[in-house]
């Protein structure tokens, strides 16, 4: 299937949720963090994405911003950091300008060569992707940054895919969506798009309607998965 255009989730897949937690961490007078910081950022990301679930539920859309701070609140609150206003002042500012991940420029460099459009889908607001895309220096390799403020829901919403086809103008089975989210995965897929799992734990396959095409435990096999360019 020939592929034209790729498209990425941005928070786990392009960028390291977890750098935010792991820097603060190896600051001097963040002792506390240290020693719990893999649980904090575990749970501050799964709590993001639950109130991200609940509030497309519910109808009660709000920007990903405040999601990652309401569960950035609870993670400290659970971890008994709750009430380091510093600390959380610190975390917050890391989480606008999160590292990607190692293999990232060099892959999108490649899709780039080759032809193919790359864009990121995320249910980061734009302001949010601004500031990691700038901060990673991605600006020039992506040649769309999509958020879902444009429908006003969150991702697994299939108006939210829409926005690919609206952004490119291609059939759905001329992108290849990547995520490290199973559940995103699943859902593009079902969507119709091909679609990549970038399963970097490990984790077993998610019980949902799609199922993913491919499951990678990084990005550096993505441009072998795009074929010929049409």
Same mark, same amino acid.
Request: charged fraction near 20%; glycine fraction near 10%.
């Given at each position: 299937?020939?592929?034209?255009?790729?498209?990425?989730?941005?928070?786990?897949?392009?960028?390291?949720?977890?750098?935010?937690?792991?820097?603060?961490?190896?600051?001097?007078?963040?002792?506390?963090?240290?020693?719990?910081?893999?649980? +904090?950022?575990?749970?501050?990301?799964?709590?993001?994405?639950?109130?991200?679930?609940?509030?497309?539920?519910?109808?009660?859309?709000?920007?990903?911003?405040?999601?990652?701070?309401?569960?950035?609140?609870?993670?400290?609150?659970?971890?008994? +950091?709750?009430?380091?206003?510093?600390?959380?002042?610190?975390?917050?500012?890391?989480?606008?300008? +999160?590292?990607?991940?190692?293999?990232?420029?060099?892959?999108?460099?490649?899709?780039?060569?080759?032809?193919?459009?790359?864009?990121?889908?995320?249910?980061?607001?734009?302001?949010?992707?601004?500031? $990691?895309?700038?901060? $990673?220096?991605?600006?020039?390799?992506?040649?769309?940054?999509?958020?879902?403020?444009?429908?006003?829901?969150?991702?697994?919403?299939?108006?939210?895919?829409?926005?690919?086809?609206?952004?490119?103008?291609?059939?759905?089975?001329?992108?290849?969506?990547?995520?490290?989210?199973?559940?995103?995965?699943?859902?593009?897929?079902?969507?119709?798009?091909?679609?990549?799992?970038?399963?970097?734990?490990?984790?077993?396959?998610?019980?949902?309607?799609?199922?993913?095409?491919?499951?990678?435990?990084?990005?550096?096999?993505?441009?072998?998965?795009?074929?010929?360019?049409?």
């Amino acid at each position: 299937m020939t592929i034209t255009a790729c498209v990425f989730d941005a928070y786990g897949t392009l960028f390291d949720v977890a750098a935010a937690a792991r820097e603060a961490a190896a600051e001097p007078g963040n002792e506390r963090l240290a020693a719990v910081w893999p649980a +904090l950022a575990e749970d501050w990301r799964r709590k993001q994405l639950e109130y991200s679930w609940l509030r497309a539920i519910m109808g009660d859309h709000t920007d990903f911003w405040a999601v990652t701070q309401d569960g950035l609140d609870w993670a400290m609150e659970r971890h008994r +950091l709750g009430g380091d206003a510093a600390l959380r002042a610190t975390l917050l500012g890391l989480y606008w300008r +999160l590292s990607a991940f190692a293999e990232v420029p060099a892959m999108l460099t490649a899709l780039r060569a080759r032809g193919l459009n790359t864009a990121i889908l995320s249910n980061g607001s734009p302001d949010m992707l601004g500031g $990691a895309v700038d901060s $990673a220096g991605l600006g020039d390799l992506l040649d769309a940054v999509l958020s879902v403020e444009s429908v006003g829901i969150f991702k697994p919403a299939p108006q939210v895919y829409d926005l690919v086809i609206q952004r490119f103008g291609c059939a759905k089975h001329h992108v290849l969506f990547v995520s490290s989210n199973g559940w995103d995965a699943a859902a593009a897929a079902a969507y119709g798009f091909q679609t990549a799992w970038v399963n970097r734990a490990g984790l077993p396959m998610d019980r949902l309607p799609g199922r993913p095409q491919h499951v990678l435990s990084d990005l550096t096999g993505i441009p072998a998965l795009c074929g010929d360019v049409a």
